[in-house]
């Protein structure tokens, strides 16, 4: 755990140069906007400890899978997010000694993330080899008002001499991916040009043919005057420069404002990729730096009136819970359907930024609560289109008949992940997409979406199911064997009770989903039906005998369900048995012995009491609470959030709170040990869930929502915003009161602690807090 970042409310701050740790800040002080995202490398050259990231939404490699032991079935690639041009590149020399910020002093720094305006600066005082003392400031913004374009504000002061100094900014898709399998770059240079102030380069990926251009244009100020100059001009292969020569005295602030665009051919036709892209560059150039940024700080002040967080009296906690908000909008704003949310978001290589069950079981409550609800449904066409994959992923591992497999991890549908107990075992993947359907239909009402994607994607999964599971003679239920639950800790086990379960359920789900549409609408189910050769009676039939004989394991001694067959049979050790030394145990263990071993890695039947708790009472809840929390290690980022919803539904406020702090501050912490590979976005939705669902008790039930909040001790007082079914309403929680406000028109009921209330449009409510 790292404790160097300074608290504050709206601000992320480092105010001293650590190069120790400055991967890490990388990852935290990284910049995005949806459509592209930058990680905090420097615009100078850097010698030191770095990993240079700039990446743009949806631009990714088929890297030829690596593995040891080639089984059948298994993906032939994994999709990376690329390492795309540098286009914040700036070099700075003074009288031919170049500035790399590894070589110098750093006499002072700070490096400050403005959260509010969304806003990386830099300020910074360092001695040169030379002896010569130069201040440096920088500021960049990817804009949130207009996603094509980034802009940074570079100035350079010398503190103690005068003479020649040159700026050389630049664009170099010339880059890799640290994490490319076989050490290849995976960009061809198609196009460069370069004027006296402006430059474009086009690079195209290698075997996907995306390309993306990425232009820029400079002008520099002295004193405040935009100078008049020339430069030198260099082009080679994927990269561009201008060098300009000037004289600089003294105290004197030379200021080079550099205008950038990144525009990819997933937008725009390669053949106007170029035009488009100097269309955007010009006219991000016409506009100038304040005007940009001020339309950028608007932007973000609408996202923050409507997502936004406050805790009173908590600073640390305030800034994690901000942390967490501003990533989830940086890397994903709902706009593009075709994206989605990698668990590192433009922050790193790592899990290829790709798409995993994260964003359907985590992400999705925090877009459906922040955002209108077509951000949510996005996120659910983006896997209806998906489906045919699905499909063709099913059918690779022996399936048939439109049975439909989601991958782990994905770009375009396809399977990329290639461990065998994760690809071909962890399929209770394929529930959380489901799941995903019934989740936002439940919060938006808006149960017509069955009828046009949802019904679909729930009967090619609900085929899946019915071909997985086995009758067992000997049980006489249905078994479902060799699965990895979402404890990865435990491989190839039989009877995972949390699959089996929202296996069941989503047979259940997809017939009541059938249903609907066909009262609703029965033309369109029977022209479906037809299309994807559906025959009704014999498959619902068949779901219907699954369903009712589904093998769920339970203990009647513990009065628990058993996580899978054989577990409790290990040495049943707790958390609190295991030398402190030898955790995180995924770093100091022998794989082997984590699989024999007790410990768990994420919530597995948690999971699904978390998912499913209107379906079983608070003492089954308990119970389960009190045996696998104590095992649970909580090595992957995703699973405190669970733990605080369920130990803030059964009043344990303590343990709620506990869990709270792992999720809320795990980035800025480095609570993991590993933000330096970026930062862990999927899971701050699970921070926001955590206050909302967790503190808040944020519920939706029969069309309602329903709150039961409680306020830690450590808390003054917290508020939060909700969008429901058209209404806004902002929920305050204090020590004395639970104060709501409906900022809509529309009068609004809502069940506060069990009691219905009705809240009338742009009025409140205050209510005594019930402990
Ligand atoms: C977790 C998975 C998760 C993945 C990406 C893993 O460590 O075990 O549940 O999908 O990370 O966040």
Not at 655 to 678: C, V
Request: proline share 3%.
């Amino acid at each position: 755990m790292k404790n160097y970042l300074i608290h504050d409310e709206w601000k992320i701050i480092e105010d001293s140069f650590h190069p120790e740790f400055n991967k890490i800040s990388e990852s935290v002080f990284s910049i995005g906007n949806g459509r592209m995202g930058q990680r905090a490398n420097f615009e100078e050259d850097f010698s030191g400890e770095t990993l240079q990231g700039s990446y743009v939404a949806g631009v990714y490699y088929p890297d030829k899978t690596k593995v040891g032991w080639w089984k059948i079935g298994y993906p032939e690639y994994f999709a990376k997010v690329l390492n795309a041009a540098n286009w914040i590149g700036i070099q700075v020399s003074f009288d031919g000694e170049n500035l790399d910020l590894a070589q110098c002093e750093i006499e002072s720094f700070q490096r400050v993330l403005d959260m509010k305006r969304g806003v990386l600066e830099r300020e910074m005082v360092v001695k040169l080899a030379s002896g010569r003392r130069v201040a440096i400031s920088s500021c960049r913004f990817c804009s949130l008002a207009n996603d094509e374009i980034g802009a940074i504000k570079y100035q350079v002061t010398p503190l103690d001499f005068d003479g020649p100094i040159t700026l050389k900014p630049y664009l170099d898709a010339d880059v890799k991916n640290e994490d490319a399998n076989y050490g290849e770059k995976f960009w061809e240079g198609i196009h460069e040009e370069v004027e006296r102030r402006s430059g474009y380069v086009i690079a195209e990926t290698k075997k996907t043919v995306f390309q993306v251009c990425t232009g820029m244009k400079f002008e520099i100020l002295k004193a405040g005057k935009v100078l008049e100059f020339d430069s030198y001009r260099y082009k080679e292969d994927k990269k561009v420069a201008c060098a300009v020569d000037l004289e600089i005295g003294e105290g004197e602030t030379i200021t080079l404002l550099k205008y950038a665009a990144n525009i990819s051919s997933m937008n725009v036709e390669k053949e106007g990729l170029l035009t488009h892209c100097q269309q955007a560059v010009e006219g991000a150039f016409e506009l100038g730096f304040d005007a940009l940024l001020a339309a950028h700080a608007k932007t973000w002040a609408d996202k923050w009136e409507e997502a936004d967080i406050q805790i009173e009296g908590d600073v640390a906690a305030q800034q994690g819970i901000r942390f967490n908000i501003f990533q989830l909008y940086q890397t994903y704003t709902g706009e593009d359907e075709r994206l989605n949310i990698g668990p590192k978001g433009f922050t790193g290589e790592k899990y290829g930024g790709s798409t995993y069950w994260d964003t359907e079981a985590y992400c999705l409550p925090f877009y459906l609560s922040t955002a209108p609800p077509k951000v949510a449904k996005n996120l659910l066409v983006y896997r209806y289109k998906q489906l045919g994959k699905a499909i063709e992923n099913a059918e690779k591992l022996g399936f048939k008949d439109g049975a439909a497999l989601y991958p782990m991890v994905t770009m375009t549908g396809e399977e990329c992940h290639n461990e065998w107990e994760i690809t071909f075992e962890e399929i209770h993947r394929n529930g959380a997409i489901a799941y995903a359907i019934f989740d936002y239909i439940r919060y938006t009402g808006d149960q017509d979406y069955l009828v046009e994607y949802g019904l679909e994607v729930l009967i090619a999964i609900a085929r899946f199911w019915a071909q997985r599971v086995h009758f067992s003679a000997r049980k006489q239920q249905y078994v479902m064997h060799g699965v990895t639950g979402p404890n990865e800790y435990e491989n190839n086990v039989n009877n995972n009770w949390y699959t089996n379960y929202i296996a069941k359920w989503c047979l259940e789900y997809a017939m009541e989903a059938m249903n609907f549409v066909k009262e609703k609408d029965p033309a369109a189910l029977e022209a479906m039906a037809e299309r994807i050769k559906f025959y009704e009676y014999t498959e619902t039939g068949q779901w219907k005998k699954i369903a009712a004989g589904m093998y769920l394991g339970t203990d009647e001694a513990l009065g628990i369900f058993v996580q899978h067959e054989g577990f409790l049979d290990k040495d049943l050790q707790k958390v609190e048995d295991l030398d402190p030394a030898v955790r995180p145990i995924n770093q100091h263990w022998s794989w082997d012995r984590i699989l024999r071993s007790v410990f768990i890695k994420q919530a597995d039947v948690l999971q699904g009491l978390y998912f499913f708790e209107d379906q079983f009472n608070m003492e089954t809840i308990r119970r389960n609470f009190d045996f696998y929390e104590p095992r649970t290690v909580h090595e992957s980022s995703l699973s405190p959030c669970v733990h605080v919803i369920l130990a803030a539904a059964l009043g344990r406020e303590e343990k709620a709170y506990e869990m709270y702090l792992r999720t809320s501050r795990l980035d800025l912490d480095d609570y993991n040990n590993d933000t330096e590979d970026g930062c862990h976005i999927t899971s701050m939705a699970g921070t926001w869930m955590s206050v909302v669902k967790g503190f808040g008790g944020l519920r939706v039930r029969d069309g309602e929502l329903h709150l039961r909040p409680f306020i830690p001790s450590q808390w003054k007082a917290y508020s939060f915003k909700v969008q429901f079914r058209g209404a806004v309403l902002k929920v305050k929680v204090s020590h004395a009161t639970v104060d709501i406000e409906n900022l809509s028109a529309e009068p609004m009921p809502v069940t506060l602690f069990d009691q219905s209330v009705n809240i009338d449009g742009k009025s409140s409510l205050s209510e005594a807090m019930v402990s």
